[in-house]
């Protein structure tokens, strides 16, 4: 059975004040369209969800909120996982290794570097830094979300909100 798993960097946030805490740094309004723009992108591809886990902070939060609300996912299905905060590329393969596995179409929302680290590990292909808002799709062949790791996925595409036309 082949899945697909899309990892998303949360869009544009707003920058750190000195009195702020990084984890709750809130999606600015450029931040909410360029995610809306990823999502409506994933519609006309007919990206559908089974599952979604996304990171604690708020700028993570929101961005998988907007993109499922673009694909018709139940945004109250979203799981938050806080390990996808400072936890590094390990807690997105426990995150995605955790998927139940009558969940074939699953997407990841948080933060880079990990992403980046992330989706590269998984395909052993250069995804670069993505950047804020972007989605790598990796596809996997005959494998459990328990079986995914290093070198066992391949990128399907990859889109950043400005490689996207303002409609």
Request: hydrophobic residues 40%; negative net charge.
């Amino acid at each position: 059975m082949q899945r697909t798993l899309y990892i998303v960097r949360h869009a544009k946030a707003e920058d750190r004040a000195s009195f702020q805490r990084d984890h709750d740094r809130e999606l600015i309004p450029e931040g909410i369209i360029a995610a809306a723009r990823i999502g409506r992108y994933l519609k006309e591809r007919s990206v559908r969800a089974d599952c979604i886990v996304s990171s604690t902070a708020p700028r993570a939060r929101d961005t998988a909120r907007v993109v499922a609300e673009q694909i018709g996912y139940d945004v109250d299905q979203i799981r938050q996982d806080p390990d996808l905060f400072d936890g590094g590329p390990k807690a997105y393969l426990a995150a995605v290794n955790a998927l139940p596995d009558t969940c074939t179409t699953a997407f990841i929302v948080g933060h880079n570097p990990d992403v980046s680290y992330f989706a590269e590990f998984l395909t052993h292909q250069n995804v670069g830094s993505m950047s804020k808002g972007a989605v790598v799709a990796v596809r996997f062949e005959d494998l459990n979300w328990a079986e995914v790791s290093g070198r066992t996925g391949h990128i399907d595409f990859q889109m950043a909100p400005k490689q996207l036309s303002n409609e």
